[in-house]
C-alpha cells in the first residue's frame, strides 16, 4: 500500500507538470490580443473607425494651438485658480517653452495616431478582406496620415517620419527629425494616395468617413500653405465640381440636427445625449466661469473660461454681420439678472439632454474655407480678378453684407484674410492663416501690437491683478513650436528647434 | 484498521482507573512545604511560584528557596519560574516535606516556529525569522490583523496613514525594494498565501501567531513572491487535553485629541486676511492707499464676521463608540481537536457618519483519524460593513474641512443645511461637508470566506506525504450615491445637480494547493530534513459596474430609477505554478545547514521569460555547543548564521507583457461605429524582478534565556526591476514596461529581549530596532531619473545614487523683502517683495519655472525605527506598554502648498496671520505675501518638517479576579491606544503616507488618527 501512495504521487506530479504551461497562459477576456487583430475584414473596418476616434480627442484641444494662441481668444481671468499658468496660459500669454505641458500632449497625441494609421497599415495585406474595403482604408488611413504630418510640419517644422510601427523600445531611438522639404514630400504622398483611392461620398450608414473632397481640399490647402499657388488653384478647383455649396444660414453649418451638410467637407463626427462616450462638450470649456447655469442651461454649471473672444475680434465684426450672433456672445444675463460682459464663443453652443455630454461635431473643412483659399491663389497669381471677388463675395453675401469691389491686390488680401477670421472665426484656422500670409517679422509686429492691445484693455477683468512682465511679448523662434522637453532628454540625439 | 486500536483500550482504561484512584484519594487538606532548587547547582531558587493546580492557592518561595502553602493529598503542586521548564509535582498522602528541583528551560529554544511550508525548532533556524510575541502586544482595540504587527519585529515598519476604522496598516519589510512593482509583503494565513493585502476581514482574535520571514534564505520557497518578505499567520486551534470557553468583551470611545488638529484661521481672521489682501495689493501694484469702498463689502470690516465655522471641528465625532465581543470554544481532548470562534466588532470613525462592523465566525478542526493519517480543516466567514467616506487629500473631505470658507454658517436660519460654502471673491465654492457627510450614501459590504484543509499520510516512519487545499471567496459590494441637494464634488458646482448612484460588485475567487512530501530523520548524530513539494493557484475577479445620473427623486436610490444608466463588466485572473524542494541537516546539533530551491511559472510574464529559479542557502553554528566553549552557565546559547538566496517580485498588472487592443469608438451615419486601437506597447521579453540577498545574523541567549539579543546585518539588492521606462513617443507610446535599475536595500536589525523577576514582580521588555539604508543604483542609464507627484504638489524623485524617492524642489532660501534684493538675486521671473527666495541651483543666474533649479529637499525614508515593550505582572495586576518611533525623516506637508501660498481661494492655515505684508511688517519672515501665488507654491523645501517622533501606542493596564467556583479565570482590562505622540512635526500624523508606492511621505491631509480607550473583560471556563 505504501509503495502505492508513492506511486500516486509521483504520477500526480508528473500530471501537474504536463499541465502546466496552459495553466500559466492568460489573457485578458474584456479586451483583444493585438497579435490577432487586424485579421478580417470587420477588424480593419474598426482599426480605421479607432483612428478616427482618436481624432476626437485630437480635436478637442486643438483650439489652444489655433485661436487660444491668435489675436481671436483670450480667457476668462480666474484670479484664483492660477495652477493653469505655466500650462494652458503659457500659450495664451506666449510664455511657452520646451517644457509646456499642453505642447508636449499635441506632439504626443499626433504620433499616438500615428501609430494606429501606421500598425493599420503595415497589417492590412495580411487581413482577409476584399481589395476594394483594403484599398479605401488605405486611402483613408494615408489621408489621416498626409493630415498629421502637415500639422505636424506646420506646428514643429523639421519632423520625425515614421511610416511603420517600431517592434522594440531601442528601434524608436535610430529615428531623427527630417527637413521640412522632406515631411512635405511625405503629405503629398499621403494625400495623392488618399485622392486616388478615396471615394466622392459614402452610403448613408458611413457618412462622416473622409472623402476624395476632403482629400482635395487638404492638398490645397498644402499647395497654398507651401505659395504654390497654380498647383492650390487647380486642386481646389477639382474641389468646387463635387456638388459642395454654401448654406443659406450661417447658423446651420454649426446645428447639431443639420449633420454632414451641403457645405461639410470634412466633420469630426460626435454624438451626444446617450452615454456612450462619442459626445463632444467644447461649450463646457469655453463657457465663461461663474455663470452658475446661466449659460450653460444646468443648474450651477459653470465653465473653464477658456477660448473667450477678444475685444479685437468682437470689434472686427462690420455692422449687420449675421455671423456675429451665431460665432459668439460680448456676454451673459446671470441668474440674479445682471448683465456679466464676459464673451464666450457661441458656435458649439446647442442645447442638449446630459449635463456634460454636447452633440456638437467640429468642422474641419467646409467649402466657405475652399472658396477663399481660392480667392487667396487667385489673387496671388493673378490679382483680385472677377473669380476672386466672386468666391469673396458668396461669403459676404451669405453673411448680409455687401460685396466689395475695386480693390488693390495687397487690399485683396488683407480683405480675404480679414474674411478668413470672421468666416471661419473659431474653427481652428487662424494661427495658421496668420503663418501662411505673414513673413515671421511681420507676424512678431502683428501679434505684439494685438498684445499691447490687450494688455492695455484686457477682454475680461483680471481683478486687480496686474500682467507679468513677460506676457504677450511674441519672439521670432515662437513661430514654430519647441520639440517637447521630455522627447529631448530621452533620447538627446533629437534637435530642438532655435531658440528654445 | 480497527485493530491497531485494540491493543490501546486496555492500556487507556486503566489510565482511567488510576485517575479515578487518585481523585478518591483527594481528601483532606494539610501544611506542606518544601524547598525549590536549580537541577543544575542545586542551589536555591528564590521567588519562584508554587500553586496548587485549580485553585487560587499558592505562594512564593522565600530567600532560601523555602514555600509553605496549604494542599491535600491527590492535589497538583505548579511550580514555575522564569527562565525554568514548569514542573508540576503530585501531593502524595502523607508527605509534608518536598524537595523540588528545576530543569533550565530551552525556553525559546525548543520552541517550534512555523516557517515557510513547515516548522522548525527555533534553535536550528539559519535565517532571519521575527516571532511576534503575543503577550507584548496588549489588549489592543484595533479591528485589523495588520496592528499586531506594529512596533514588534525589527525590519518590519508598520505605518499608519490613517485613521479610517478597519484601516489595514503599511507594512513593510527591511525597506522599499521596488522602484516599479509593489513593495508589500506575501502574508499567508495557515499556509495559504492570500496575496499582498491582509484586507479588512480577518479576526484578531483568532490570531495565534504571527512569523516574519525577512531574509531571503526563509523567504525564497516562496518564489516570484519573496522579495519583499513573507508575513505568516497561524490561527488558534484548542490547546492539548483541555476544554474551555473564552469571552472578551472590550467597549470604549475614540476622540481626536486637540494636539493633533490642524488649525485654520476662522471667520473674522479668514475675512481680515481677504480685506488685508485686497489693501496689500492695491499698495503695492498700484502704489496708493485704497479707499474703504474698493474692498468687497463682505470683508470690509472683518471684525464684524459673525460666522465663524470650525469645518474640521463640525465632522468630527465625538467620543466615537468602539465595541469588540469575542466567544470562543475549544476542545482539545481526545484525537480531534478543534475551535469555534464568533466575533463581532463595530468601531465608529473619528469623522461623523463613517464606521466599521464586522461579523465574524471561524471553525478550526484538526487531529488525528489513526495512526498515519492526520487531517485538519479551517474554515473562517466575516461580514463587514462600512460607512466610508473620501476623507484623505486635498479635494477629499478632510482636505476641503479644513479649507471651506470659515464664514458661513452649516445651517440656515431654519435648520437646513447650507448647501453651497464659499464660491464669492476668488474663494473656492465647495459642497457642505457635513451635509455630505449626513446625505450621502456610500457603503462597502464584504463577504469572505476563508478556508483551508490538509490531510496528512505518514509512511515508511519518516515520510510524511501533506496534501493542502486553500480558497478564499471574496465578494464586495460598494454603493455610492449622491442625492441632488449636494453641491457638485468639484470646485464651484453649486447644488442642485442631477443625483448619482454608483453600485459595484467585485467578485473573486482565488484557489491554492499544495502538495508537500517531507522526510524527517535522526541518525546518531546526523538530522536530516527534506521536503518536495509543488503548488498551484489562481485568482479570477469580476467585476460588474452600474453607474446612474438624473432621478426622479432621492429616495428610490437604485439604477432602475436612473434617466440615465450605464454599466460595465470586466474579468481579470492570474495563475502560478512551481515545484519546490528544502533541505535542512543539522549535525550534533552544532554545525546547521539549509538549501531550497523553487522554479516558479506565472502567468504575468512574457512568452520568453514565463519561468523563474529562486535557490536559497543558509547555515548555522552554535559556538556553544562547542567544546572548546567555557561552560559558563550564562551563555544559554550562541549561534552565528549567515544566508544567501535568490526571490522575486510580480507584484505587476495581470496582462503587461502583451499588447492588447482598446476601444476608440466613433460615429458613422449616426450611428455608433466600433473602433479599436492599441493600448499599450508589448513586451514579450518581460521577465522576473529579482532580489539577491546576504544575511548575517547572531543570536545570542544568556542567563537561562532571560537575555535575548539578535542582530542581523542584510543586504539586499533588486535587480531588473519591472519599470515602465519611457521610450520616444513615435513609438506611438511613452512608456512601455521593461526590466531595469538596481536598487540596494541594506542593514541592521538589533532586537533585545529581557524578562527577569523581582520579588512578586514580573518583567518583560523587548526592544527592537532598525537601521535600513536604500539607494538607488541604477536605473537605465547614468543620468536616468524617475520624476513622480507634480510641480505644485511634491516631486519625490529616484536618481542613482540617492534613496529611492527623495523629495525633489526648489530651496527656499527665505522671502525677498525689497525689490532691491531681488535685483541681486539671481533672475526670478515675477518675483515681487514677500515671495520666497529660490536657490540657483544650477548657477545659469536664473532661476527657471520648471525643474531645472530643483535639488533634494528631504529624505522621507527614517534613519531608524525602533519599537519598545515593557510589559508584566505584579500579583493579579498586569501592564503593558508598547512605544514605536522613527527618526531623522521628512514629511512633505501638502496642506501648506495648498493654503500657504495665499492665493485666498482657500482658508488659510492659522499661522498665515503673520505673513509678510510689507517691508515693514515682514510678518515672522517665514511666511509669503498675499499678492501673488508664484514662487510660493512650487513643490520647495519650505514645506518639508522632520518627522522624527516617539509614539506610545498601547497602554494596557489588567487585573485578573482571583479565581472563584463562578467563574474560574476572570481578567478585566484598560487600554489606551494611540495615547501620547511626542513629536515637532506640525501635522496630525508624522507616519502619514496616502500616496503610497514609490510617492512615499507626502502628508496631504488624511482621516486623523484619533485615542481611543477601552474597558475590557476576559473571561474563561
Given at each position: 500500500?505504501?509503495?502505492g501512495t ?10 501537474s507538470?504536463?499541465c502546466?504551461?496552459?495553466f500559466l497562459n492568460?489573457?485578458d477576456p474584456?479586451v483583444?490580443?493585438?497579435d ?11 482599426a480605421?473607425n479607432g ?9 478637442g484641444s486643438?483650439?489652444?494651438?489655433t485661436?487660444f494662441?491668435?489675436d ?7 484670479p ?7 500650462a494652458?496660459e ?17 506632439y504626443?497625441?499626433i ?9 493599420t497599415?503595415t ?7 476584399p481589395?476594394?474595403?483594403k484599398s479605401r482604408?488605405?486611402g483613408?488611413?494615408r489621408f ?7 500639422e505636424?510640419?506646420r506646428?514643429?517644422?523639421d ?7 517600431v517592434?522594440t ?5 535610430e529615428?531623427?527629425r ?5 515631411v512635405?514630400?511625405?503629405?503629398f504622398?499621403?494625400?495623392?494616395a ?6 466622392n ?5 458611413l457618412?462622416?468617413k ?9 492638398l ?6 507651401r505659395?504654390e499657388y497654380?498647383?492650390?488653384i487647380?486642386?481646389?478647383?477639382q ?7 454654401l448654406?443659406s444660414?450661417?447658423g446651420?453649418?454649426f ?8 457645405e461639410?467637407i470634412?466633420e469630426?463626427?460626435?454624438q ?8 463632444s ?6 463657457a465663461?466661469r ?7 442651461d ?8 477658456w477660448?473667450?473672444?477678444t ?24 441668474l ?6 464676459v464673451?464666450?464663443?457661441?458656435k458649439y453652443?446647442h442645447?442638449?439632454s446630459?449635463?456634460?455630454?454636447t452633440?456638437?461635431n ?7 474655407d ?17 473669380e476672386a471677388?466672386?468666391h469673396l463675395?458668396?461669403?459676404r453675401e451669405?453673411a ?28 481652428n ?5 496668420l ?5 515671421v ?8 501690437d ?11 477683468s483680471?481683478e ?6 513677460n506676457d ?5 523662434h515662437?513661430?514654430?513650436f519647441p520639440?517637447p522637453q521630455?522627447?529631448i532628454r ?5 534637435a ?5 | 484498521m ?5 491493543p490501546?483500550i ?7 482507573y488510576l485517575?479515578?484512584?487518585?481523585l478518591?484519594f ?12 536549580s537541577?543544575?547547582d ?6 519562584v511560584?508554587?500553586l ?8 512564593v518561595?522565600n ?6 502553602l496549604?494542599?491535600?493529598?491527590g492535589?497538583?503542586l505548579?511550580?514555575?519560574?522564569i527562565?525554568?521548564?514548569?514542573t ?8 509534608t516535606?518536598?524537595?523540588i528541583?528545576?530543569?533550565a528551560s ?15 525548532r527555533?534553535a ?21 490583523v ?13 505605518r ?7 484601516e ?16 508589500q509583503?506575501?502574508?499567508?494565513v ?10 479588512q ?11 516574519v520571514?525577512?531574509d ?12 519583499n518578505?513573507v ?6 486551534n ?6 474551555g ?14 494636539g493633533?488638529?490642524?488649525?485654520m ?7 481680515r ?6 489693501v496689500?495689493?492695491i499698495?503695492?501694484f498700484?502704489?496708493r492707499?485704497?479707499s ?6 463682505e470683508?470690509?470690516f ?11 471641528q463640525e ?7 468602539f465595541?469588540?465581543?469575542n466567544?470562543?470554544l475549544t ?18 470613525g473619528?469623522?461623523i457618519n463613517?464606521?466599521f462592523?464586522?461579523?465574524?465566525v471561524?471553525?478550526?478542526?484538526d ?16 461580514h ?10 486635498r ?7 479644513l479649507?471651506a470658507?470659515p464664514r ?17 471673491h ?7 461637508v457635513?451635509q ?10 464584504i463577504?469572505n470566506?476563508l478556508?483551508?484543509?490538509f490531510?496528512?499520510f ?14 478564499t471567496l471574496?465578494q ?5 450615491y449622491r442625492?441632488?441637494t449636494?453641491?457638485g ?7 442642485p445637480?442631477?443625483?448619482?448612484l ?5 467578485e ?11 522526510y524527517s ?7 536530516i530534513?527534506?521536503?518536495?513539494g509543488y ?7 469580476k467585476i460588474?459596474?452600474g ?23 470586466s474579468e481579470?485572473?492570474w495563475?502560478?505554478?512551481?515545484y ?5 541537516y ?11 530551491w523553487?522554479?516558479e ?5 512574457g512568452a ?5 529559479n529562486?535557490?536559497?542557502?543558509s547555515a ?13 552557565n550564562?551563555?544559554t ?8 538566496g ?5 507584484a505587476?498588472?495581470?496582462?503587461s507583457a502583451?499588447?492588447n487592443m ?13 473602433g479599436q ?18 544575511d548575517i ?8 534565556n532571560?537575555?535575548?539579543?539578535t542582530?542581523?546585518?542584510y543586504n539586499?539588492?533588486t ?7 519611457e521610450?520616444p513617443?513615435i513609438?506611438?507610446?511613452t512608456?512601455?514596461l521593461?526590466?531595469?535599475g538596481l536598487v540596494r ?15 512578586q ?5 523587548n ?6 539604508r536604500?539607494?538607488?543604483?541604477e536605473?537605465?542609464?547614468?543620468a536616468?531619473?524617475i520624476?513622480?507627484?507634480?510641480f ?6 529616484s536618481v542613482p ?24 538675486w539671481?533672475?526670478?521671473d ?19 519655472y520648471?525643474?531645472?533649479?530643483m535639488?533634494?529637499i528631504g529624505?522621507?525614508h527614517?534613519a531608524m525605527?525602533?519599537?519598545y515593550?515593557i510589559?508584566?505582572d505584579?500579583k ?5 506598554f ?13 496642506i501648506?502648498a495648498t ?5 485666498g481661494?482657500?482658508?488659510i492655515?492659522q ?11 515682514p510678518?515672522n519672515?517665514w ?9 510660493q507654491?512650487?513643490?520647495n ?8 517622533h516617539?509614539?506610545?501606542?498601547n ?8 479565581q472563584?467556583p ?19 512635526f ?7 503616507n496616502?500616496?503610497?508606492g ?9 482621516y ?9 473583560a476576559?473571561?474563561?471556563?
Open positions: 500500500m505504501q509503495k508513492i506511486y500516486i504521487f509521483i504520477s500526480a506530479l508528473i500530471f507538470v504536463s502546466g504551461d496552459e492568460k489573457t474584456t483583444l490580443v493585438a490577432e487583430f487586424y485579421a478580417t475584414e470587420e477588424d480593419l473596418e474598426q480605421v483612428v478616427y476616434g482618436q481624432l476626437r480627442g485630437y480635436f486643438q483650439w489652444q494651438f485661436e494662441i491668435t481671436n481668444t483670450t480667457l476668462h481671468f480666474n484664483g485658480n492660477r495652477g493653469q499658468g505655466p494652458l503659457a500659450l495664451e500669454f506666449w510664455q511657452y517653452n520646451a517644457g509646456t505641458p499642453n505642447i508636449n500632449s499635441l504626443n497625441s504620433y499616438s495616431i500615428m501609430v494606429n494609421v501606421n500598425t497599415l497589417r492590412m495585406p495580411e487581413a482577409n478582406a481589395e476594394e474595403v482604408a488605405e483613408e488611413m489621416i496620415r498626409g493630415f498629421l504630418y502637415f505636424l510640419v506646428y514643429f517644422g519632423a520625425i517620419i515614421i511610416t511603420e510601427p517592434q523600445p531601442a528601434e524608436a531611438f529615428y531623427e527630417s527637413p521640412v522639404e522632406s512635405y514630400q511625405q503629405v504622398e499621403d494625400l495623392n488618399a485622392v486616388e483611392a478615396l471615394p461620398s459614402y452610403p448613408s450608414s457618412v462622416g473622409a472623402t476624395r473632397g476632403a482629400a482635395l481640399t487638404l490645397g490647402k498644402v499647395h497654398l500653405t505659395h497654380t498647383e492650390a487647380n486642386t481646389l478647383n474641389v468646387t465640381q463635387l456638388g459642395y455649396h448654406l444660414d450661417y446651420a453649418i446645428n447639431p440636427q443639420n449633420k454632414n451638410h451641403q461639410s470634412w469630426i463626427q460626435y451626444g445625449d446617450n452615454l456612450f462616450g462619442v459626445h462638450s467644447f461649450i463646457y470649456t469655453f465663461p461663474e455663470s452658475f447655469g446661466a449659460v450653460i444646468f443648474p450651477g454649471q459653470e465653465g473653464g473660461g477660448n473667450t473672444p475685444l479685437d475680434i468682437i470689434n472686427a465684426y462690420e455692422e449687420g454681420d449675421l455671423r456675429k450672433e451665431v460665432s459668439l456672445r460680448e456676454g451673459y444675463t446671470s440674479d439678472g445682471d448683465w456679466v460682459p464673451p464666450y464663443i457661441n453652443h442645447p442638449h446630459i449635463r456634460g455630454v452633440n456638437d467640429w468642422p474641419a473643412l467646409r467649402y466657405a475652399v472658396l477663399l483659399m481660392l480667392a487667396e491663389a487667385i489673387n496671388e497669381v493673378e490679382g483680385p480678378t472677377g471677388y466672386m463675395n458668396e461669403i451669405r448680409g453684407l455687401d460685396p466689395i469691389s475695386g480693390l488693390s491686390q495687397d487690399a485683396f488680401r488683407t480683405a480675404v484674410l480679414a474674411e478668413r477670421r470672421l468666416e471661419l472665426a473659431f474653427e484656422h487662424r494661427w495658421f492663416d503663418k501662411r500670409t505673414m513673413t517679422p511681420q507676424l512678431v509686429n502683428f501679434l505684439n494685438y498684445g499691447l492691445r490687450e494688455r492695455a484693455e484686457p477682454t475680461t483680471r486687480g491683478i496686474p500682467f507679468s512682465n504677450f511679448i511674441f519672439s521670432d515662437q513661430v514654430i520639440i521630455d522627447q530621452i533620447n538627446p540625439d533629437i530642438q528647434n532655435p531658440g528654445y | 480497527l485493530n491497531v486500536y485494540t490501546k486496555p492500556l487507556l482504561m486503566g489510565f482511567f485517575f479515578s484512584l487518585t478518591g483527594a481528601q483532606e487538606a494539610g501544611m506542606i512545604k518544601g524547598t525549590v532548587i537541577a543544575e542545586a542551589e536555591p531558587l528564590p521567588g511560584s508554587v496548587v493546580k485549580g485553585t487560587n492557592r499558592g505562594t518561595t530567600i532560601d528557596g523555602e514555600f509553605e496549604e494542599a491535600a493529598s492535589e497538583t505548579t511550580v514555575s519560574f527562565g525554568f521548564e514548569t508540576e509535582i503530585g501531593v502524595n498522602p502523607g508527605q516535606v518536598y524537595e528541583s528545576m530543569q530551552m525556553g525559546d529554544l525548543g520552541e517550534v516556529v512555523v516557517m515557510g511550508y513547515g516548522s522548525q527555533r536550528d533556524i539559519t535565517s532571519a525569522v521575527s516571532v511576534i510575541n503575543m503577550d507584548n502586544i496588549g489588549d489592543v482595540p484595533t479591528t485589523n495588520s496592528r499586531l504587527l506594529q512596533g514588534q519585529a525589527a525590519g518590519v515598519q508598520v499608519q496613514n490613517s485613521g479610517r476604522p478597519g489595514e496598516m503599511e507594512v513593510t519589510v527591511r525597506g522599499l525594494g521596488s522602484l516599479g512593482a509593489g513593495s509583503p506575501l502574508y499567508v495557515d499556509g495559504f498565501p492570500i496575496g499582498t493585502t491582509l484586507g476581514n480577518l479576526n484578531p482574535a483568532d490570531i495565534e501567531s504571527i512569523t520571514l525577512k531571503a534564505a526563509s523567504t525564497a520557497i516562496y518564489g516570484a513572491r519573496g522579495s518578505g508575513i505568516l499567520i497561524t490561527t488558534k484548542a490547546q492539548e487535553g483541555k476544554v470557553l473564552e469571552f472578551v468583551v472590550n467597549h470604549g470611545m475614540t476622540n481626536v485629541p486637540d493633533r488638529r490642524t488649525r484661521m476662522d471667520g473674522p481672521e479668514f475675512a486676511f481677504k480685506h488685508e489682501s485686497f496689500d495689493r499698495r503695492y498700484e502704489q492707499e485704497p474703504l469702498d474698493e474692498i468687497p463689502e470683508f470690509r472683518p471684525e464684524q464676521t459673525q460666522i465663524s465655522t470650525d469645518w474640521f465632522i468630527m465625532n465625538q467620543n466615537a463608540r465595541s469588540n465581543y466567544a470562543t476542545a482539545g481532548t481526545g484525537d480531534i481537536r478543534s475551535l469555534v470562534s464568533v466575533g463581532y466588532v463595530n468601531q465608529e473619528a469623522v463613517t464606521g462592523e464586522r461579523f465574524n471561524r471553525a478550526n478542526i487531529g488525528k483519524i489513526n495512526d498515519f493519517l492526520t487531517m485538519g480543516w479551517n474554515i473562517a466567514a466575516s463587514s460593513r462600512e460607512d466610508y467616506a473620501p476623507t484623505d487629500g479635494g477629499a473631505l478632510i482636505g476641503r474641512s479649507w470658507d458661513f454658517p452649516v445651517y440656515n436660519e431654519d435648520g437646513s443645511f447650507n448647501t453651497f460654502i464659499g464660491g464669492t476668488g474663494v473656492f465654492g465647495t459642497a457642505n457635513v455630505e457627510l449626513h446625505e450621502m450614501e456610500r457603503t462597502l459590504e463577504n470566506v478556508t483551508n484543509g490531510l496528512e505518514t509512511f515508511l516512519k519518516d515520510f510524511k506525504f501533506r496534501s493542502q487545499v486553500n480558497a471574496n464586495a459590494g460598494r454603493k455610492e442625492p441632488s449636494l453641491a464634488p468639484g470646485f464651484n458646482q453649486p447644488p445637480r442631477e443625483a448619482t454608483m453600485q459595484n460588485n467585485n473573486s475567487l482565488n484557489i491554492a494547493t499544495d502538495q508537500l512530501l517531507s530523520k535522526f541518525i546518531g548524530p546526523h538530522r530534513d527534506g521536503l518536495l503548488s498551484a493557484q489562481q485568482e479570477n475577479t460588474l459596474q453607474n446612474g445620473t438624473e432621478f426622479p427623486n432621492d429616495q428610490t436610490r437604485y439604477l432602475s430609477s436612473a434617466i440615465q444608466q450605464t454599466s460595465n463588466s481579470f485572473g495563475s502560478l505554478l512551481a519546490f524542494a528544502r533541505a535542512n543539522s549535525y550534533n546539533d552544532k554545525y546547521l545547514f539549509s538549501a531550497s523553487r522554479r511559472g506565472s502567468s504575468r510574464f520568453n521569460n514565463k519561468w523563474g529562486f535557490p536559497a542557502f548555522g553554528w552554535r559556538i556553544s555547543e562547542e567544546d572548546f566553549m567555557p561552560q559558563a550564562w551563555i546559547d550562541l549561534k552565528v548564521r549567515a544566508s544567501y535568490v526571490t522575486g517580485n510580480n505587476i498588472g495581470n496582462y502583451l499588447s482598446r476601444i476608440s469608438n466613433y460615429v458613422l451615419g449616426g450611428d455608433i461605429a466600433n486601437v492599441l493600448a499599450n506597447f508589448a513586451n514579450a521579453n518581460l521577465g522576473w524582478e529579482q532580489s539577491q540577498q546576504t545574523g547572531l543570536d545570542f541567549a544568556m542567563f537561562d532571560r537575555l535575548v539579543f542582530a542581523e546585518y539586499r539588492l535587480q531588473d526591476m519591472l519599470l515602465s521606462v521610450m513617443v513609438s506611438g507610446f512608456q512601455s521593461d526590466n531595469v536595500n541594506r542593514g541592521v536589525e538589533l532586537a533585545l529581549d529581557y524578562r527577569t523577576r523581582i520579588n514582580l514580573n518583567l518583560r521588555s526592544l527592537n530596532v532598525t537601521i535600513n536604500n539607494k538607488v543604483l536605473i537605465r542609464g547614468d536616468d531619473a520624476w513622480s507627484g507634480g505644485y504638489s511634491t516631486y519625490n524623485v545614487g540617492r534613496p529611492m524617492s527623495m523629495f525633489h524642489g526648489f530651496r527656499m532660501m527665505g522671502i525677498f523683502n525689497t525689490e532691491e534684493e531681488i535685483d541681486n539671481p533672475t526670478q515675477g518675483a515681487i517683495p514677500g515671495t520666497y527666495k529660490y536657490y540657483d541651483a544650477n548657477g545659469d543666474g536664473e532661476i527657471s520648471d525643474i531645472q533649479d535639488v533634494e529624505n522621507p527614517p525605527l525602533l519599537g515593550t510589559g508584566g505584579y493579579n495586576f498586569d501592564f503593558n508598547m512605544f514605536t518611533g522613527a527618526f531623522n525623516y521628512d514629511v512633505y506637508r501638502n501648506e493654503t500657504l501660498n495665499m492665493d481661494v482657500f482658508n492655515l499661522e498665515g496671520v503673520d505673513r509678510w505684508r510689507s517691508p515693514e511688517n510678518g519672515g511666511i509669503a505675501t498675499s499678492n501673488t501665488w508664484k514662487w507654491r512650487e513643490s523645501s519650505r514645506y518639508v518638517y522632520d518627522a522624527s516617539v509614539w506610545l501606542r497602554v494596557t493596564l489588567g487585573y485578573t479576579i482571583p472563584n463562578i467563574i474560574p479565570s476572570a481578567r478585566l482590562f484598560f487600554s489606551a491606544e494611540n495615547l501620547f505622540l511626542f513629536t515637532s506640525p501635522g496630525s500624523n508624522p507616519e502619514v496616502q500616496r503610497g514609490i510617492n512615499i511621505g507626502v502628508d496631504d491631509e488624511a486623523p488618527i484619533p485615542r481611543t480607550f477601552t474597558l475590557g476576559n473571561i474563561r471556563f
